[in-house]
């Protein structure tokens, strides 16, 4: 469904009832689809950082290129 600008503010209302059912809901400028309404959905858990520090082991090593892979890749093998 398309709405023109003036229309969408007169019927806000009833337009964010069929968003919310799930019908798509686009607000037009100038003949021009413009807005996508849509219903609100709240995020997911907040992530915080560092909640895992310490918990997470990376060995010595972990940096240090492996001779097989690079032989694979340089074709020594």
Do not use: C
């Not at 996508?36 to 858990?45: A, F, K, N, Q, T």
């Not at 520090?53 to 240090?64: A, C, L, N, R, Y």
């Amino acid at each position: 469904m398309q709405v023109n600008m003036h229309e969408a503010k007169s019927q806000l209302s009833k337009l964010g009832e069929k968003a919310w059912e799930g019908e798509a809901v686009v607000i037009a400028k100038a003949g021009k689809p413009y807005l996508d309404l849509v219903p609100h959905r709240e995020r997911g858990v907040v992530r915080k950082p560092g909640r895992l520090k310490g918990q997470i082991v990376v060995s010595e090593d972990f940096d240090q290129p492996l001779v097989e892979i690079i032989s694979a890749f340089e074709g020594d093998v």
